[in-house]
């Protein structure tokens, strides 16, 4: 039961990087659903949904009058 709690406690880890009301919660649950499964059903994984980027993550601080470089 304590694998149990820490996958639940993973799933619920990745939701933080996820846009509300999106379905990317749907391609972990699979990957973990069949990762614990004897036998994995023959289906295609959800759709991949990109972690959407955290202003100035990527891009850097903004630069003064504005610009980004």
């Known amino acids: ?3 149990m709690f820490r996958l639940l406690a993973m799933l ?4 933080d990087t996820m846009e509300p009301g999106s ?3 749907r391609r ?5 659903e069949d990762a614990i499964r004897t036998v994995r059903p023959a289906r295609p ?3 991949f949904v990109p ?3 955290a ?3 990527l891009t850097g601080p903004a630069q003064p009058g504005g610009r980004q470089d």
């Open 1 to 3: 039961m304590t694998d």
């Open 12 to 15: 619920i880890g990745v939701v």
């Open 23 to 25: 379905d990317a919660w």
């Open 28 to 32: 972990p649950l699979a990957l973990v």
């Open 45 to 47: 994984l959800p759709v």
């Open 51 to 53: 972690v959407p980027a």
């Open 55 to 57: 202003p100035g993550f």
